[in-house]
């Protein structure tokens, strides 16, 4: 098959729309391209240099801010159901009664850690099914030199961690937020595993 010729109109509207473009690639370097020329290089146009001034905390525009890691109660609320759905429900609406309670508030991570475990493993030895984990919600605290906002409730926020770990990871079944009337965001439900 032949090619065809290009006509010279063809060309002539080829080379318009070339001149109304701007190339995207910069063109690759050669060996004579580092050959100092003797034309000096255009300027930049005025509106190409401005840039929109930098305010510090400033998002970018239309974007919403989001925090890096979800809170503890949204982790939970969207962990899948790995007990019986029926008595999840029921759980979630406080009307199953915890078989035993620890009460966290107060101590620090390094008291506390120990009591939980202690805690979990005797509750599943004893064929317990629903215990109640107080931590408390964490009061607030407002150090005036701070440089960085400080999270509180490190009790709130570790307890489900350490419930995923082992030696209790392998008695626990499912953990969730408490009921209003069981303490709400300063306590969690932890069903058990049956005890073999």
């Known amino acids: ?43 930049m146009k005025p509106e190409a240099r401005s840039i929109a001034p930098f305010t510090l905390g400033g998002g970018s525009a ?12 949204d982790r939970l609320r969207t962990a899948p159901v790995k007990m019986d759905a029926k008595s999840y429900k029921v759980m979630q609406r406080g009307k199953l009664k915890p ?10 991570v390094a008291e506390a850690h120990p009591a939980l ?3 979990i493993l005797s509750s599943h030895g004893a064929g317990k099914r629903l215990v109640l984990v107080i931590t ?6 407002e ?6 906002p400080q999270r509180m409730g490190t009790l709130k926020r570790q ?11 392998s008695a ?13 965001g300063g306590a969690y439900y932890v069903y058990l595993r049956r005890a073999r």
């Open 1 to 43: 098959m032949r090619r065809r010729r290009i006509k010279p109109d063809e060309l002539d509207l080829w080379d318009q729309v070339a001149r109304t473009t701007t190339r995207l690639v910069p063109p690759k370097r050669s060996v004579i391209a580092d050959v100092p020329r003797a034309n000096k290089p255009k300027a």
């Open 62 to 73: 239309g974007r919403e801010m989001r925090d890096v890691m979800p809170s503890v109660p």
């Open 99 to 108: 078989e035993g309670r620890i009460d966290l508030h107060g101590m620090t």
């Open 117 to 119: 475990i202690s805690f």
């Open 136 to 141: 408390g919600k964490g009061g607030r605290r």
């Open 143 to 148: 150090d005036i030199g701070a440089i960085a």
């Open 159 to 169: 307890v489900p961690h350490w419930l995923t770990m082992a030696p209790v990871s």
């Open 172 to 184: 626990v079944l499912q953990v969730t937020e408490s009921h209003l009337r069981h303490g709400g």
